[in-house]
Nanobody, 124 residues
Framework: QVQLVESGGGLVQAGGSLRLSCAAS????????MGWFRQAPGKEREFVAT????????SYADSVKGRFTISRDNAVNTVYLQMNSLKPEDTAVYYC?????????????????WGQGTQVTVSS
């Protein structure tokens, strides 16, 4: 089992940057594929990015490709989401999630563990 805690959210102007962090408990972090998802008010939770166990494989939603970068540091049990060129439509609560099966999943159902979320607000 793993516990996830996100941080790094906040208020930023359009065009700005933020880096989200997700710290994981436990000694098996490197055995999980990790993902970032987001949920805007009144909308369903949607896929943002995912990264493989080693960090060698990544996948992104089309809406963030070229602007966001997912990375991980298994030595400190943390996954990151660097968000650049932020837009008002990126406003949402951002969640990290862990998949013990290690696949690069885009679907919510593949992730067994979730953090509590961190709010990102982009003003125009």
């Amino acid at each position: 089992q793993v516990q996830l805690v996100e941080s790094g959210g906040g208020l930023v102007q359009a065009g700005g940057s933020l880096r989200l962090s997700c710290a994981a408990s436990g000694r098996t972090f490197s055995s999980y594929a990790m993902g970032w998802f987001r949920q805007a008010p009144g909308k369903e939770r949607e896929f943002v990015a995912t990264i493989s166990r080693s960090g060698g494989g990544t996948s992104y939603a089309d809406s963030v490709k070229g602007r966001f970068t997912i990375s991980r540091d298994n030595a400190v049990n943390t996954v990151y989401l660097q968000m650049n060129s932020l837009k008002p439509e990126d406003t949402a609560v951002y969640y990290c999630a862990a998949d013990p099966r290690g696949y690069l999943r885009r679907g919510i159902s593949g992730y067994d563990y979730w953090g509590q979320g961190t709010q990102v607000t982009v003003s125009s």
